[in-house]
């Protein structure tokens, strides 16, 4: 699977973005998928997750209400609509998908995309 993030930008504190993530490959609807975001000096953090065919979504408690991860296409495409951002949601923000049932918080994913970068200005 290779996955394709995209829509990052630059936003003012309290504004939106939504990313994309398109998947092509192997039938990436088969794959659960989520959101990983990394800031200079730390690790990559899990920020969302989706069940592979999307009843089912986990956030870190620093994004839930305002983050939402959804899926479309088939499940071939990953979203992840942001509001209300705060300068602390600056980071790089990665796409992963992971064969399996089971919906993990860390990093064991096995597909990860390049990254799109998200700046929030205060």
């Known amino acids: 699977v290779q996955l394709q993030a995209s829509g990052g930008g630059l936003v003012q504190a309290g504004g939106s973005l939504r990313l994309s993530c398109a998947a092509s490959?192997?039938?990436?609807?088969?794959?659960?998928m989520g959101w990983f975001r990394q800031t200079p000096g730390k690790e990559r953090e899990f920020v969302a997750a989706?069940?592979?065919?999307?009843?089912?979504?986990y956030y870190a408690d620093s994004v839930k209400g305002r983050f939402t991860i959804s899926r479309a296409n088939a499940g071939n495409t990953l979203y992840l609509q942001m509001n209300s951002l705060k300068p602390e949601d600056t980071g790089v923000y990665y796409c992963?998908?992971?064969?399996?049932?089971?919906?993990?918080?860390?990093?064991?994913?096995?597909?990860w995309g390049q990254g799109t970068q998200v700046t929030v200005s205060s």
């Open positions: 989706i069940s592979r065919s999307g009843p089912y979504t």
């Open positions: 992963a998908a992971r064969e399996s049932l089971v919906v993990v918080t860390t990093e064991r994913y096995d597909y």
């Open positions: 490959g192997r039938t990436s609807s088969n794959y659960v």
